[in-house]
């Protein structure tokens, strides 16, 4: 954070975030016409953007341009050397935090343009580091064209990019490379001038400047980061005019119909997932900001920390059934990635709040190894937990023990609940507790005297002692 920000408060990116305007981390997107955005292509803030805001990241887009999703620094049409000669104008002006440059077309490679592009670069970062010396630099390897031979130097581009951020790097420039090129594919990923992204290319780009911005916004550092939907499509048995989804205070959301995952994948991966599902009743879910608070504590013990957005009601008519069906095409996803994701699939686990927790007991009462006649290669996969961890278990409407279809091929538990709960009575985390041992399922159960419904809530826990404990309990597992 720098004293520059101060005067640069007074749009927060139309997130509906509550949090004070003084505490945001300001981001300039700087770049030509992908940067800036168009009505024939998607631009890859209109991703980026709602993805910090569900993660309840504080961060605000400045610029001297703004569009229906955030300000910007975007030049349609315009090169590096362009952006060098109002470089000092605009960060005078709009001093941000963290920069994010994404610059390199709008040459001609007849014209040999690599070494111009490259030294302007460097002139852009030295220009900003001299205004403000603290400022984070995200460099962008760009993202490939179809548009040939225009762009044949681009290859050559990104390989100079990466020789200049590593000399910078040394230099003491806090600077992080951006590799857009990898798995970016012109064929697939733009719209048909070949150059610009379309809808899938430009949500490759947001989930790499998500990676990229999670460490320098205070995060754990993550290999990849990216959402996957559940379905291709309509989920089963989904409403088919449902009402959008809504957007509340602190990441939270509601009416949610179309089913998610959240992927946070570390750089020495130890094989095993933790499947995270949030709790709010089945009517509301905070899964993007839980969800990267597991993966702040988890991540750096090499675990794939995943979180569900599951649907909720409204506008679900059964919603037990149907967040309970999302959890385990959940595991099933998690499962058909094994290989690419370097995870073990017989290591995935489940750990829920409150109804969360509601939704993993009912998914474990199932044992839903797959069904190997499935026509989807995924659903002849598992959906049974490896392990489960139920915190501030709430019963809902399942009050009574015959309920549950409690049996005996049950995964592991693990139960941490509060006896000062009067959301969820310690009283049914115990008797379910001892319905399980009754049918020989390991049950280890933590109870702390005070903490509420909410004791074990990532990032700041009131029971500050249980990460290390649930740490612990994992490390016991065989995972049989």
């Known amino acids: 954070m720098t004293k520059f920000r101060c005067i640069y408060m007074s749009i927060l990116i139309a997130t509906n975030l509550s949090v004070r305007a003084e505490e945001a981390t300001t981001i300039l997107a700087l770049g030509d016409s992908i940067t800036q955005g168009g009505a024939n292509f998607v631009c890859y803030r209109d991703v980026l953007v709602p993805a910090l805001r569900e993660k309840n990241l504080a961060v605000e887009f400045i610029g001297p341009h703004k569009d229906a999703t955030s300000a910007h620094a975007g030049y349609g049409g315009k090169n590096t050397a362009y952006l060098l000669s109002v470089a000092q104008e605009i960060y005078s002006e709009y001093p941000a935090d963290i920069v994010m440059i994404h610059s390199g077309h709008n040459s001609f490679s007849e014209d040999k343009p690599v ?8 002139a852009i970062i030295g220009t900003i580091r001299t205004i403000n010396p603290e400022a984070k630099i995200l460099l962008a390897q760009v993202i490939p064209a179809g548009k040939l031979p225009k762009y044949s130097y681009i290859p050559e581009l990104n390989q100079a990019l990466a020789s200049l ?24 990923d733009t719209v048909d001038d070949t150059v610009h992204p379309n809808a899938a290319g430009a949500k490759k780009m947001a989930q790499k400047w998500l990676a990229a911005l999670l460490p320098t916004l205070g ?25 959008p989804e809504k957007h509340l205070p602190e990441g939270r959301v509601s009416h949610v119909s179309i089913p998610s995952l959240d992927v946070y994948r570390p750089e020495k991966p130890n094989g095993a997932v933790l499947l995270v599902c949030s709790g709010g009743g089945y009517k509301k879910l905070a899964s993007g900001p839980l969800g990267l608070s597991v ?15 599951y649907r ?10 149907d ?61 049974r937990p490896d392990f489960m961890v139920l ?9 009574k023990l015959s309920d549950w279809a409690i049996n005996s091929q049950i995964s592991p538990c693990l139960m941490v609940h509060a006896r000062d709960d009067k959301v969820a009575p310690i009283e049914g985390t115990e008797a379910m507790a001892q319905a399980l041992r009754a049918k020989r399922v390991p049950v280890q159960l933590e109870i702390y005297e005070q903490g509420g419904h909410m004791a074990f809530n990532f990032p700041s826990p009131p029971a500050a002692d249980w990460p290390r404990k649930l740490k612990a309990w994992l490390d016991q597992q065989t995972f049989k």
């Open 323 to 383: 967040a309970c069906m999302d959890g385990a095409r959940a595991l099933k996803l998690i499962r058909s990635h094994a290989k690419d994701w370097r995870i073990d699939p017989e290591r995935v686990g489940m750990i829920g709040f409150s109804a969360g927790a509601n939704l993993i007991l009912n998914l474990a009462c199932k044992n839903d190894t797959g069904n190997p006649k499935a026509e989807d290669p995924i659903e002849r996969l598992s959906a």
């Open 295 to 309: 993966a702040d504590e988890f991540l750096q013990d090499g675990y794939t920390v995943c979180s569900l957005k």
């Open 219 to 243: 995060h754990t550092k993550v290999a990849a980061c990216e959402t996957l939907n559940l379905w291709d499509g309509p989920a089963p048995g989904a409403e088919a005019a449902s009402d």
């Open 165 to 188: 951020a590593n000399r910078m790097a040394k230099n003491g420039v806090d600077i992080t490379l951006v590799d857009q090129a990898d798995g970016f594919d012109w064929r697939t």
């Open 312 to 321: 909720l009601s409204p506008p679900s008519a059964d919603v037990v059934r």
């Open 391 to 399: 915190a501030s278990l709430w019963l809902n409407n399942q009050k």
């Open 115 to 122: 070494p111009g592009i490259v030294r302007d670069t460097e």
